[in-house]
């Protein structure tokens, strides 16, 4: 059962894109055993377990609004029927990604222990890492999908690889052990060494975003107790300063202090502002398909060979690049704040100091994805979901050694 687990994992970030080295039909190939093994555990989890859970009914925090987010996306696909006449079904399958949100509720009802879950995080950075690196290193074979955003312009490959997530929350989960523990510096180390895939990735917003909820943790753990984060900060400050000696580094700071002043300078002309008038002033159709969305676009539709052909690969009009406002011309305004709602949930949630991490996780998605779409870039949701899965144990958790408190202190 366990193995099946960790392939249902591996589907979500579609084996690191390894599946490249299969054939084409290698990704929906992935996709079509997910949602048969899925099937299998669901079916099995309610014949036979199905009032199993280990959960009470109001600890399940996650289940309601996902269920909203579903109905708000399909809404989304039948307005791209509607108004664009994009077949529903065709709209449903492009849409097929949101569905490793299902792997919530296998977790949920599995119970799959905490201890398990954070080894699997931590060797999928590792995967991660080691695939990065080998493409790197192979390169000019492939070995994985580039996509449209190979590039050079500052002296390394820069790789949209799925599973980018493992790497993130390995990183802060690793900070936060270190802060928690005060003791093991091999925490510090593994932060550094996903800080230093970070870097690499070559995006400006990214990397910004991860050092700023970097220092987020910090002082939440800490508070604003200024020995207290000098002893963390002085020896990050250390480190940070180190890998800024590097002249691969330097150069890559210029460079992005330079692209941003070009942009500002560009003004209208900036690719963003083009974007944005093409999908919302020349697709959209008026403001009920703004709420609703346009439903996501298909190519082989006229709709979607507008979007993605005329659009995207012919003048490079990419609705990723607009983020969180990409995401609402495919699928609404209802749909972003349903979307949003589950993450709000995450990040109020009280939970003890050891699960900190995973508030500062959905903060760095929500906010890196104002320019970006890492929150709902392919690959994303079913890390999205594990660090779901443990917000619940965290907070079940709290609740229980808070009640058990109050009674033993009666």
Known sequence: MRLLFIYIILCSVHFFGLHFLLGSYANDLIDFTYFIILGVLLLANYLFSSKNYKYPKKHRLFIKPIIFLFIALFISAIFGYVFHDQPLYRTILGMRYFSYFLM?????????K?????????????????????????????????????????????????GVG???????????RFL????SKKYLLLY????????????RTLLVTFVLASALLVILNNGIRLVKNLKVLIPLSIGIIFLFQLTVVQD???????????????????????????????????????????????????????????????NGLISADLGLIGFVFNYGILSLLFFLNIFRVAI???????????KVFFIYLIISSITTAEIFRAGMFGVQMIA????????????????????NSV
Not at 348 to 358: A, E, M, N
């Open 252 to 314: 890559f700071l210029f460079d992005a202090i330079e692209r941003t002043e070009s942009q500002l300078d560009m003004g209208d002309e900036y690719i963003r502002f083009f974007t944005y008038d093409f999908l919302f002033n020349t697709v959209n159709v008026n403001y009920w398909t703004l709420f609703f969305g346009n439903g996501f676009p298909v190519e082989g539709s006229d709709y979607g060979n507008l979007v993605l052909i005329k659009g995207a690969k012919e």
């Open 192 to 203: 550094f060494i996903c800080f230093f895939y970070v870097f690499i990735l070559g995006f």
């Open 104 to 112: 919530f509720f296998i977790f949920l009802s599995f119970g799959i």
């Open 166 to 176: 493992f790497i993130t929350l390995t990183a802060f989960y690793s900070l936060n």
């Open 388 to 407: 779901l899965y443990l917000v619940t144990i965290a907070s079940f958790d709290l609740k229980l050694k808070e009640y058990n408190e109050k009674h």
């Open 180 to 183: 928690v523990t005060k003791k």
């Open 114 to 162: 905490k201890e398990h879950l954070i080894k699997i995080i931590i060797t999928g950075a590792f995967l991660y890492i080691i695939v990065f690196t080998l493409q790197l290193f192979l390169y000019p074979k492939q070995i994985v999908p580039f996509g449209p955003e190979l590039d050079f312009d500052r002296g390394f490959l820069r790789i949209r690889l799925e």
């Open 348 to 358: 109020v949630k009280k939970v003890s100091k050891d699960s900190i991490y995973l």
